[in-house]
């Protein structure tokens, strides 16, 4: 059976074409072609050729589909489920794609210009029009550029293979028409100009120059290359005039990673998962997703380092500014980075960022690399600089999740967590020595830095800058409230905690972004792990999915993290942030109270259905728009020993504003609840003492 897609999609038995009846159809098989033997997910496909239509109705209908494909085809064998997706299995040469880039690789490493020149002509005689012609599916076009920009190429040293052959004047015509078709090409402008010169035709080969340049400048506002330039001078000297070939240079081979971190302690888990992700065909792409702070270039520049053997044609890292103070870098500027290091002279890359990144592709395409693309924020800034095909491995870092990458493009998350506190004590440890720490000392400071590897790091160098100080100390200035984060500043914008939260901040939407500002709030009036109800009686509107869906924007953003369904948390350090934005707050006050509010009217209704006979009392404060459902004694129960910590956060708080009546109203309404068989004995004790009041004999 043979495949081609090198012009309409066909399918062929032999030398009998085998129709592919309806243009759905023909997507189908065009679609599941470009990733031939490799798993596309349902989901997918569904999208890309039903758009937006629901899973259900998509996924029925590509079922349907895919079920009168393989009808089509005849051996149904060859597309298979696989995974929550399909496989079309393609045997060796059966692909006209493949044996065109095969063809075009042979060429480029032959050193023979006549067996070069056949084995190009070969190859281009395999094109019957453009790349899935008529098929227009977003999905394609990234595809069929990549193997439009190779033919371009291949033009070229086709026509390079012919000069070295001496054919200058049999190559004249189809150059002219090639000069035509992509007048904005120097390297077609520099073979015509050489073949011309070659002729005899000196006035002629200086005229094409004329015409490029003419053209550059009024299409680009630039100058021709360096390259293009020399030839006319060369020409207008009367010099011989050989054409190199593109394979008389060799690869160039980047090594472009960051220097190793020292003293790297732990992760082993993850650094195992890397080596075996990378070691799979199917996954070539990892994404290191994570905090602020966690470490997550540390862990990919580490394990880059230890890895970079089994990727014998280099290396390339580039940091993509996603969160930080710098400005985001663009594709294009990458792409022309990455296509310099790789070899390719600046004249040659073109200025589109398509078209760089198809050149991109096809230069990478069959080589062995490692790709690190860092601090990214977005997808949008990943998919140009992704190879077409799967030789390489990219390691993607990112404080988002980037679940775009995972669901349209493969990649496998991997979510790195704080550290645990063995990990956290053996940093500590290698930084600071066995002497400093203790264990009354080592482990709330490893808490308070709330296990993150930077807050770690940072709070070693600041014992080590100051000898006179010891842990103790600057414990005591980290749990400080007010000024604990001032106490991991270095100075630095790209190290102090402070900053570093900061860029994170700003990258959320305004709605997302007022969000994290008033979780701060339960920071200092509840505890830090939180319910949606409560929340959204912070924001103070009625409508939970709205808030849920800010919820998800910041635990995407691993801003939060989602402990259970409906109960979010975020980490001590992160907190204080939180809590220092709130301060910024004009309405705090009505914050505050929307917050207690909550707390109490929802406890005073627990407890109306614990005990009947009580009358309700919620201090006055503002009732919610949105409660949770609270129907037995049961729901009663759970909802206030899940809120039990934050219910006593919140009469510390109002104890410490000198709300004392308030404090009053709520032991009063638990009173029931702690008596209830000696429930919570200590927790009835301090509500006492913050009331003020002794604790009644059946508490």
Not at 55 to 81: A, D, F, N, Q, Y
Not at 334 to 356: N, S
Not at 529 to 541: E, S
Not at 571 to 576: E, F
Request: net charge negative; hydrophobic share 40%.
């Amino acid at each position: 059976m043979r495949f081609d897609v090198l012009g309409p999609v066909r399918v062929r038995h032999g030398t009998v074409e085998v129709p592919v009846p309806g243009l759905l159809r023909q997507r189908l098989l065009g679609l599941l072609l470009a990733h031939a033997n490799t798993p596309v997910s349902a989901e997918w496909l569904s999208t890309a050729l039903w758009g937006g239509e629901s899973e259900r109705r998509g996924g029925s209908k590509l079922h349907l589909l895919v079920h009168r494909l393989r009808k089509t085809l005849g051996e149904p064998e060859r597309l298979v489920s696989d995974a929550g997706g399909y496989l079309l299995q393609v045997e060796p040469d059966e692909l006209d794609s493949e044996r065109f880039e095969t063809l075009l690789d042979l060429a480029e490493r032959n050193f023979d210009p006549q067996r070069r020149a056949d084995l190009l002509r070969q190859a281009l005689r395999l094109w019957r029009g453009t790349p899935y012609q008529d098929l227009d599916l977003a999905e394609l076009a990234g595809e069929a550029q990549r193997i439009e920009e190779r033919r371009l190429a291949g033009l070229e040293q086709l026509h390079a293979a012919e000069l070295d052959c001496g054919r200058h004047s049999f190559i004249i015509a189809e150059l002219s028409d090639l000069v035509r078709e992509n007048p904005l090409r120097e390297r077609l402008h520099a073979l015509l100009m050489t073949a011309l010169y070659r002729a005899g035709r000196q006035a002629d080969a200086l005229a094409v120059y004329r015409r490029a340049r003419r053209t550059m400048v009024d299409e680009l506002g630039l100058e021709p290359g360096p390259a293009l330039r020399d030839l006319e001078q060369r020409i207008l000297a009367g010099e011989h005039i050989e054409f190199e070939p593109p394979t008389a240079r060799p690869p160039a081979r980047p090594a472009q990673l960051p220097h190793d971190v020292p003293g790297f302690i732990g992760r082993d888990a993850e650094l195992t998962e890397l080596d075996r992700l990378s070691e799979k065909a199917e996954v070539p792409i990892a994404v290191v997703a994570g905090t602020a702070g966690v470490g997550k270039s540390a862990l990919v520049t580490h394990w880059a380092h230890a890895a970079r053997e089994r990727f014998p044609d280099g290396q390339l890292y580039v940091d993509l500014r996603g969160y930080g103070p710098d400005q985001p870098l663009t594709t294009t500027e990458v792409l022309a980075g990455f296509l310099r290091a790789l070899g390719i002279p600046g004249d040659a890359i073109p200025a589109d960022a398509t078209e760089r990144a198809a050149r991109f592709r096809t230069v990478v395409d069959q080589r062995r690399m490692l790709i690190v693309l860092d601090n990214a924020a977005a997808p949008g800034q990943i998919r140009p600089l992704l190879p077409g095909t799967p030789t390489s491995f990219v390691v993607v870092t990112s404080r988002d999740s980037l679940s775009g990458l995972t669901a349209r493009d493969g990649a496998y998350r991997l979510v790195l967590d704080r550290m645990d506190p063995g990990e956290a004590h053996a940093l500590l440890t290698d930084r600071l020595g066995e002497d400093v720490l203790n264990a009354g000392t080592a482990k709330p400071l490893i808490e308070r830095c709330a296990r993150l590897p930077l807050a770690l790091r940072v709070a070693a160098e600041r014992l080590h800058q100051s000898g006179s100080r010891d842990v103790s100390d600057l414990l005591e200035e980290l749990t400080d409230e007010q000024r604990g984060l001032d106490a991991l500043d270095t100075g630095d914008e790209h190290t102090s905690v402070r900053a570093v939260f900061s860029w994170s901040y700003r990258n959320l939407p305004d709605d997302a972004a007022r969000l994290f500002r008033l979780y701060g709030f339960t920071c200092r009036h509840a505890g830090h792990r939180i319910g949606v109800f409560a929340l959204t009686a912070l924001l103070g509107c009625d409508d939970v999915q709205t808030t849920r869906r800010l919820l998800d924007v910041l635990v995407r953003a691993h801003l939060l993290t989602e402990v259970s369904y409906g109960r979010y948390e975020m980490h001590a350090l992160l907190g204080d942030y939180a809590a220092e934005l709130a301060e910024l707050e004009q309405d705090r006050p009505a914050i505050v109270a929307r917050l207690l509010g909550f707390y109490l009217h929802t406890a005073d209704q627990a407890m109306r259905i614990l005990h009947p006979e009580r009358d309700p009392d919620a201090g006055g404060l503002p009732r919610p728009v949105a409660m949770p459902t609270l129907s037995n004694q049961e729901s009663a129960v759970k909802w206030l020993d899940t809120e039990r910590p934050n219910l006593m956060c919140a009469a510390e708080s109002a104890a410490k504003a000198g709300m004392q009546d308030l404090v009053t109203v709520l032991f009063r309404m638990l009173h029931g609840y702690f008596a209830d068989g000696d429930r919570y004995y200590d927790d009835a004790q301090r509500l006492a003492a913050l009331a003020g009041g002794a604790i009644p004999d059946d508490c």
